[in-house]
């Protein structure tokens, strides 16, 4: 049995604890690509340890996966839209690409200041009909894994999500135990 301090460091996954850290230096599976809108809908809001984010596709089809809230003021993005090449926040309308580039900010006068900055969107990859992302340090980010499923096409290969109220621990330590 762990302690409630073994407890905290193996289960708390949110940003700066050590689990979430560790697990943030992987490639993650962050939703099925069926849940992912098509290109130019809707933003879809998803939570990954301890998380939100939006994920989207732009008018070409590229998914992106950008933090919960907006550079500018902090607003959720969970309303924005997609629009052409890009993600707009209704609240000032700044616009961002799906690596991150701010693409317009109508409400700053210097056309130089969206060179300066970048949003919050992180690194993702489609295979196995999931869509995939590295969350972690950019200098730390792993080669992409290559497993036997993401070259199978959909008919051969069958894709489950479960949201269980409980922590992964709990998850794995269950489906370890036969008797489950």
Same mark, same amino acid.
């Given at each position: 049995?762990?302690?409630?301090?073994?407890?905290?460091?193996?289960?708390?996954? *949110?940003r *700066?604890? @050590?689990?979430?850290? =560790?697990?943030?230096?992987?490639?993650?599976?962050?939703?099925?690509?069926?849940?992912?809108? =098509? @290109?130019?809908?809707?933003?879809?809001?998803?939570?990954v340890?301890?998380? /939100?984010?939006?994920?989207?596709?732009?008018?070409?089809?590229?998914?992106? &996966?950008?933090?919960?809230?907006?550079?500018?003021? *902090?607003?959720? &993005?969970?309303?924005?839209?997609?629009?052409?090449?890009?993600?707009?926040?209704?609240?000032?309308?700044?616009?961002?690409?799906?690596?991150?580039?701010? &693409?317009?900010?109508?409400?700053? =006068?210097?056309? /130089?200041?969206?060179?300066?900055?970048?949003?919050?969107?992180?690194?993702?990859?489609? @295979?196995?009909?999931?869509?995939?992302?590295?969350?972690?340090?950019?200098?730390?980010?792993?080669?992409?894994?290559?497993?036997?499923?993401?070259?199978?096409?959909? =008919?051969?290969?069958?894709?489950?999500?479960?949201?269980?109220?409980?922590n992964?621990?709990?998850?794995?330590? *269950?489906?370890?135990?036969?008797?489950?």
């Amino acid at each position: 049995m762990l302690t409630n301090q073994d407890n905290e460091l193996m289960c708390r996954t *949110g940003r *700066g604890t @050590a689990m979430g850290e =560790a697990m943030r230096r992987f490639w993650l599976p962050v939703m099925q690509l069926s849940e992912l809108p =098509a @290109a130019g809908g809707d933003p879809k809001t998803i939570e990954v340890i301890g998380e /939100k984010f939006v994920a989207w596709r732009d008018q070409q089809g590229r998914a992106g &996966l950008y933090a919960e809230h907006c550079l500018h003021r *902090g607003a959720s &993005l969970q309303l924005a839209r997609a629009e052409g090449d890009g993600l707009r926040c209704i609240y000032h309308g700044w616009k961002f690409a799906v690596d991150g580039q701010v &693409l317009d900010t109508p409400n700053v =006068a210097d056309p /130089k200041f969206k060179d300066r900055i970048k949003g919050r969107t992180y690194p993702v990859r489609e @295979a196995g009909g999931l869509l995939w992302a590295y969350m972690g340090p950019a200098d730390k980010r792993p080669e992409f894994p290559t497993w036997p499923f993401m070259g199978q096409d959909d =008919a051969h290969r069958i894709n489950a999500m479960a949201v269980v109220n409980c922590n992964y621990v709990q998850v794995m330590e *269950g489906l370890v135990d036969s008797s489950h």
